[in-house]
């Protein structure tokens, strides 16, 4: 089973060569799955309705408690990627998809930043900043207490999962020759 952002699709052929005890259980997974991928569908539509119209409104357009909103947004953006601000500096912070495209493409790790900022920049400038990028959290928190007017914040940028998916498709290719 594949989950496409609007489908799922469902190859029932590859269960043919299973015995019917494999193709019952293969099924189960598929229901399972099924269930993730609606429970995920649920949670963005909550977390998008609240940004736009707050978890109250949001709440009363679903039929559902502000605490559920809340609840379900949360979820949304715990399961969504984290990567580090393009802030100019000599250190970049490590996260998982930077490690990825270095690891696939054999890009310093300067490079790869970049590279990962320049896709993500031009999603945002096609899609709006609102369409790809959920939450801006600062990554040392601590220091905004002792000095809230610092304007050197780093931020961890929490980015939709398919705007990943996106600058993954990009970036191999632009590095398919290599």
Do not use: C
């Not at 469902?10 to 429970?39: C, F, M, N, S, V």
């Not at 978890?55 to 379900?72: F, H, M, Q």
């Not at 930077?98 to 993500?120: F, K, P």
Request: glycine fraction near 6%; charged fraction near 30%.
């Amino acid at each position: 089973m594949t989950a496409a952002t609007n489908a799922i699709t469902i190859d029932w052929a590859a269960h043919t060569g299973l015995a019917p005890r494999e193709q019952y259980d293969a099924a189960g997974d598929i229901i399972d799955e099924a269930k993730a991928a609606a429970a995920g569908r649920r949670s963005r539509i909550a977390h998008d309705l609240a940004r736009q119209h707050g978890a109250k409104e949001a709440a009363g357009i679903l039929g559902i408690s502000a605490t559920r909103v809340y609840a379900l947004a949360e979820r949304y953006r715990d399961a969504q990627p984290v990567i580090a601000d393009d802030f100019p500096g000599r250190s970049i912070s490590r996260y998982d998809l930077l490690d990825e495209i270095q690891d696939q493409y054999g890009l310093s790790t300067r490079e790869a930043h970049e590279a990962i900022h320049a896709t993500l920049q031009q999603l945002i400038d096609i899609d709006g900043e609102d369409e790809v990028v959920i939450a801006r959290t600062p990554q040392r928190p601590e220091l905004l207490k002792s000095n809230p007017n610092d304007v050197d914040v780093r931020y961890w940028l929490t980015v939709r999962a398919e705007s990943v998916d996106e600058i993954r498709e990009a970036l191999a290719v632009e590095h398919a020759d290599n």
